[in-house]
């Protein structure tokens, strides 16, 4: 599928269908930014943000001579982005990402579907479940094809799949477009 200015991104991925709309949802689900806003000790817009590890040197919230803020933490990107905050660079990337997957493995989806084993809940549906299962898979989140919710042997099918694909995040680009 061809990214066009004509369509917004949110009916790109629609067209896409339930697949790359559920991968999507978990991307910023499961993806974290430091917020950007105003730093509550100078009033500055700025990115705020620390080390998360204790023993390092903590960085300012803001660059901003004399402000000794240090108090933020990664927020879940879905608590300030969707996706029609994707670049169209992004949006391809997953679009392109999401049709490759399935065409390879959709037979393999298709039939772990049938055996009625697969788990899939109020947010997205079982083709929804994949598209949610392939992003956690791919990043090495903890959860996705292999714990128990696809039926073996095809969730170590899909598990490989997924891993051969790469890993990848999600970031906020100076220009505020979500890349990856």
């Known amino acids: 599928m061809e990214t066009t200015l004509e369509k917004t991104m949110k009916e790109q991925l629609w067209e896409a ?35 998360p590890e204790e023993k390092f040197d903590q960085e300012l919230m803001c660059d901003a001579p004399g402000c000794g803020v240090r108090e933020a933490q990664p ?8 996706e029609a905050d994707l670049s169209p660079e992004a949006l ?4 392109s990402d999401c049709a490759k997957f399935e065409a390879e493995q ?25 598209g949610h299962d392939f992003w956690l898979t ?3 989140h903890g959860a996705g ?12 099918t899909l598990t490989n799949a997924a891993k051969s694909f790469g890993g990848c995040d999600l970031y906020v680009g100076d220009d505020g477009w979500l890349y990856i």
């Open 75 to 82: 927020e879940p990107m879905d608590d300030n982005y969707d």
């Open 106 to 130: 959709g037979e393999i989806i298709r039939a772990a579907i049938e055996t009625g084993e697969v788990r899939f809940g109020p947010d997205f549906g079982a083709i929804g479940r994949a």
């Open 17 to 51: 269908g339930e697949f790359a709309c559920a991968y999507v949802r978990t991307a910023l689900w499961s993806s974290t930014e430091y917020p950007f806003g105003e730093c509550p000790c100078c009033g500055r817009e700025a990115l705020l943000r620390k080390l």
């Open 138 to 140: 791919r990043n090495g």
């Open 92 to 95: 391809a990337r997953i679009l």
């Open 145 to 156: 094809f292999w714990d128990g919710g696809w039926p073996e042997p095809m969730a170590d």
